[in-house]
């Protein structure tokens, strides 16, 4: 049974930091690309950051600069440091990974991440 773990989120104040972590198991195939979602209340799922297998970042226009994902093949875990944060970080973010060979995508439960003006 396939598991994507996050954990990391939690209410800090504005310019403050958090960096979440998600622990995929299970997995048959080899991981491609990693990514992290978030929605916020009332507004549709964005694209916050992605990695790919040989590294290559791609950030949101709204957290380049101040976010930073990477992952560990080792351990299949990708991470997403978030600096400066701002009350409009406020949202449920998700990882998902996608796979080789398998044609759909694995998503983790979420973690919420708070930031107070």
């Known amino acids: 049974q396939v598991q994507l773990v996050e954990s990391g989120g939690g209410l800090v104040q504005t310019g403050g930091s958090l960096r979440l972590s998600c622990a995929a198991s299970g997995l048959r195939f080899s991981i491609n690309a990693m990514r992290w979602y978030r929605r916020a209340p009332g507004k549709q799922r964005e694209l916050v950051a992605t990695?790919?297998?040989?590294?290559?970042?791609n950030y949101a226009d709204s957290v380049k600069g101040r976010f930073t994902i990477s992952r560990d093949n080792g351990k299949n875990t990708v991470y997403l440091q978030m600096n400066s944060l701002k009350p409009e970080d406020t949202a449920v973010y998700y990882c998902?990974?996608?796979?080789?060979?398998?044609?759909?995508?694995?998503w983790g439960q979420g973690t919420q991440v708070t930031v107070s003006s």
């Open positions: 998902n990974v996608d796979c080789v060979l398998v044609p759909y995508d694995y």
């Open positions: 990695v790919t297998s040989g590294g290559t970042t």
